[in-house]
């Protein structure tokens, strides 16, 4: 049962325009979500997230906006630059679970010169 | 920043043998360890979490006694994968809390196991 989803596997987008990449999930009981970028053989790195209470957040090119009435997420990239290229997680959290975190199935993005 | 210390990056071992992974928080003290597995293209699954000086919670499906995960200190958790198969090949990862009350978590930068 995968209650997070990235139901877009790959995305490629040219430097310098915007990437969106998407999450939608299925538990209403999250209430805290993050954005992770992953590179091969390596552990994720925080890039940005967002509490249920706030509908978007913003640091620096990232910006993660939230539907809760949709049950997803966006995380906007912008303008995009080649060292983005990386896979990228969404990953939720309930309250009261020892903060465990629920991933999504990420998305590979590329980012072309 | 908080870091998060693990070894070995990557290895090879024989079907049988036991491995064991070393997470260490560097600069801060984890309370709790989160432990993940990544097959290739998929998600990162949560294996278990391991609080210190207590025993780990595990996941629905995830066998304990395979994976043997030891959390004796505030800066040291570990995972042994204990008579490994090919198909337990795979990348793991640890993660922790920074602080309490937060949701800064960092990951350690993961170990690629590889059972022949």
């Known amino acids: 049962d995968q209650q997070v989803k990235q139901n877009s596997p790959s995305l490629s987008v040219q430097e310098g325009r915007i990437s969106i990449l998407n999450c939608d999930y299925t538990n209403s009981m999250f209430d805290y979500f993050l954005w992770y970028k992953k590179y091969p053989a390596e552990g994720p790195t925080f890039l940005i997230s967002?509490?249920?209470?706030?509908d978007k957040n913003e640091d620096g090119r990232f910006t993660v906006f939230l539907n809760k009435s949709a049950k997803h997420l966006s995380l906007h990239i912008v303008p995009s630059q080649p060292g983005d290229s990386a896979v990228y997680f969404c990953a939720a959290s309930k309250p009261g679970t020892a903060s465990k975190l629920t991933f999504g199935t990420g998305t590979r993005l590329q980012v072309t010169l | 920043g908080a870091v998060v210390s693990q070894h070995p990056s990557r290895v090879i071992c024989k079907s049988g043998t036991s491995v064991k992974i070393e997470c260490r928080s560097l600069d801060f003290q984890a309370t709790t360890m989160f432990w993940y597995r990544q097959f290739p293209k998929q998600s990162l699954m949560l294996m278990a979490t391991s609080n210190e000086g207590s025993k780990a919670t595990y996941e629905q499906g995830v066998e304990k006694d395979k994976f043997l995960i030891n959390h004796a200190s505030l800066t040291l958790s570990t995972l042994t994968v204990t008579s490994a198969h090919p198909e337990d090949s795979s990348f793991y990862i640890c993660?922790?809390?920074?602080?309490?009350?937060?949701?800064?978590?960092?990951f350690g930068s993961g170990t690629r196991l590889t059972v022949v």
């Open positions: 993660s922790a809390r920074v602080r309490q009350g937060s949701y800064g978590y960092t």
């Open positions: 967002i509490s249920s209470i706030k």
